[in-house]
């Protein structure tokens, strides 16, 4: 009676769980067990059951390569805190199978349920939910501008320093240096463009000092970054003086690409002023002042998007039609997240009677979403593809 009692009360504490979490799947497995002792062959069918419906619902979130590739760190650092995901199980009485020849194998047939986010954050603390091979690769693509009478400017793709240039280039070379100590620690790499003269390898088309969103694309593909980090550095004299001299202003805007597709990862805009007597020492200490904490501020926007997995993933919209309810689009949500690993994040963006548009975070293109969609199955509904067109894709949805 105690144990129906204890189970009974687990029943009731994690179905309130259930309730709560709307990214929960149902996965029903087998597992087995070869041990000759009998309570030790009910508990180890029970595990690898647990453990191979985590490992489905882990396959879909990652992809089976990097599934493969990891196991051995996921089977010691994630199936270790099944606890922590699966919200719920029953099991059927064991039953022993003869194999033939003396061998015979205990089996538990399991029906749980999964909380799909807490399976990503637990990824996602073990740098497993967004991997590349090696650190990321950043580029800083950065123009640093003096504002003021005979002012002068530094572009590290535009053209090679020179004695008039060359304080400047060394500021550049100190905030690179503190964009390295901010993401290095985050798993990223941080390339400075100005150590290698990586002018000389330009094109002269690419040799501007303002360059279209394709090329500044262009060069992270060209220089290997997955990032790149753009932005003008306007230093200029401050409108009001202080009472210690002059002062200087800096203003600035980084945004961080991603390379494969154009999607902005992180974005800050500031303004720093300081009082000072002579321009030079000014300048460089305003410039540690702010990318001090600019760096910080970007750097954990990037490592943000990569712990949710969406850091290379494009921004696509979806477009679904058919006669539904409230009920039915949360569960159209729910199960586009738990089903279609490839899909980091959905969000609803414009809805009318009978058609309502989601944004999603998909690991891939327009296409490979589209064929994704047509070749999953859906509990409850189904969903026709009726067309795509500019990272859309079209939907027919059926009771």
Do not use: C
Not at 45 to 68: F, H, R, T, W, Y
Not at 170 to 188: G, Q, T, Y
Not at 347 to 358: N, S
């Amino acid at each position: 009676m105690r144990i129906h009692f204890i189970f009974l009360v687990f029943t009731l504490f994690t179905s309130s769980f259930v309730l709560a979490d709307n990214t929960i799947v149902q996965v029903s497995v087998e597992g087995v067990s070869s041990s000759d002792v009998q309570v030790k062959a009910k508990t180890d069918s029970l595990q690898d059951a647990i453990n191979k419906g985590a490992l489905q619902v882990i396959g879909n979130l990652i992809g089976p390569v990097k599934l493969e590739k990891n196991l051995s760190v996921i089977n010691s650092k994630v199936l270790s805190q099944t606890g922590k995901f699966v919200q719920f199980y029953k099991a059927s009485e064991a039953i022993t199978r003869d194999l033939g020849g003396g061998v015979k194998q205990t089996v538990t047939s399991v029906t749980m349920k999964i909380s799909v986010s807490s399976v990503r954050d637990i990824l996602a603390g073990q740098g497993l939910l967004y991997q590349s091979e090696g650190p990321a690769t950043i580029l800083p693509v950065l123009k640093i501008i003096e504002k003021r009478e005979n002012g002068r400017q530094f572009t590290w793709w535009a053209e090679e320093v020179t004695s008039r240039t060359q304080s400047l280039k060394d500021e550049e070379k100190s905030i690179i240096h503190l964009f390295d100590s901010a993401f290095r620690p985050k798993n990223f790499y941080v390339i400075d463009p100005t150590a290698a003269h990586f002018v000389q390898w330009l094109p002269a088309d690419y040799r501007s000092e303002n360059l279209s969103p394709e090329q500044l694309l262009w060069f992270g593909e060209f220089f290997r970054g997955q990032i790149v980090l753009s932005g003008d550095v306007i230093l200029e004299p401050a409108n009001e003086s202080s009472h210690d001299g002059a002062g200087l202003k800096l203003s600035t805007r980084i945004v961080a690409y991603h390379t494969s597709n154009g999607r902005v990862v992180g974005e800050v805009s500031r303004v720093f002023e300081i009082p000072y007597r002579d321009w030079d020492t000014g300048v460089h200490e305003v410039l540690h002042k702010g990318f001090s904490e600019i760096t910080k501020d970007l750097s954990s926007q990037v490592s943000d998007e990569s712990t949710r997995g969406t850091l290379g993933a494009s921004v696509l919209k979806l477009t679904l039609r058919g006669n539904f309810n409230y009920e039915d689009l949360e569960n159209f949500k729910k199960q586009i997240i738990s089903k279609m690993g490839e899909v980091k994040n959905i969000r609803e963006r414009l809805q009318e009677r009978g058609v309502t548009t989601f944004e999603l975070d998909y690991g891939g293109d327009v296409n490979a979403l589209a064929r994704a969609l047509s070749e999953n199955s859906f509990e409850g509904f189904k969903v026709a593809v009726q067309g795509t067109g500019n990272n859309e894709v079209n939907l027919r949805w059926i009771k």
